[in-house]
T-cell receptor, first 116, second 113 residues
């Protein structure tokens, strides 16, 4: 396994279009996270899954954002009716939750979205 | 509410010297984890080091060490013997209740030859 992968790496779209990003986590990892990172800032948490269950989604930025992880493996993040303010890097991370210890999250290379 | 503060937008260090990157945090949870990540210009986030709130000793990983002062709620990263390849953004992050990770705004480190 070579780590977390994300597709596409870059996406340019016109305002109002829908976009979907894919994340493939490290295979044995049961947790998957989505973050947004704007220029000069740290990653901002959006949502996360444990297996196929979405445990937190209240911090998705608006109802235009949705995420799925249907089989507990890969995940998709969709943004409907994109706006110029959605332009950012979208990062995916995965981790293996074991008991109560804190485990580092491994990040993918990100998808850079540009909304024209 | 959880909060991570990095007060140094940019730092410079001479090659082969040590540098300390500051991080303070705030949480009401007694159990939490503190992390440092490196983000080079290529954009990937690279995990560096982890400190648990109940760990008695400061974490070390090669040239990285974490100066954990629980009473002061600080978790500074110390990089010893800086190398040119250490030039990057560095993010401090905290995870409480094993949920999401909160990140600071980051510090841009530049290593001078």
């Amino acid at each position: 396994d070579t780590g977390v992968s994300q597709d596409p790496r870059h996406k340019i779209t016109k305002r109002g279009q829908n976009v979907t990003f894919r994340c493939d986590p490290i295979s044995e990892h049961n947790r998957l996270y989505w973050y947004r990172q704007t220029l000069g800032q740290g990653p901002e948490f959006l949502t996360y899954f444990q297996n196929e269950a979405q445990l937190e989604k209240s911090r998705l930025l608006s109802d235009r954002f949705s995420a799925e992880r249907p089989k507990g493996s890969f995940s998709t993040l969709e943004i409907q009716r994109t706006e110029q303010g959605d332009s950012a890097m979208y990062l995916c991370a995965s981790s293996l939750l074991r008991g109560s210890s804190y485990n580092e999250q491994f990040f993918g290379p990100g998808t850079r979205l540009t909304v024209l | 509410a959880q909060k991570i503060t990095q007060t140094q937008p940019g730092m410079f260090v001479q090659e082969k010297e040590a540098v300390t990157l500051d991080c303070t945090y705030d949480t009401s949870d007694p159990s939490y984890g503190l992390f440092w990540y490196k983000q080079p210009s290529s954009g990937e986030m690279i995990f560096l080091i982890y400190q648990g709130s109940y760990d008695q000793q400061n974490a070390t990983e090669g040239r990285y060490s974490l100066n954990f002062q629980k009473a002061r709620k600080s978790a500074n990263l110390v990089i010893s013997a800086s190398q040119l390849g250490d030039s990057a953004m560095y993010f401090c992050a905290m995870n409480a209740n094993n949920n999401d990770m909160r990140f600071g705004a980051g510090t841009r480190l530049t290593v001078k030859p």
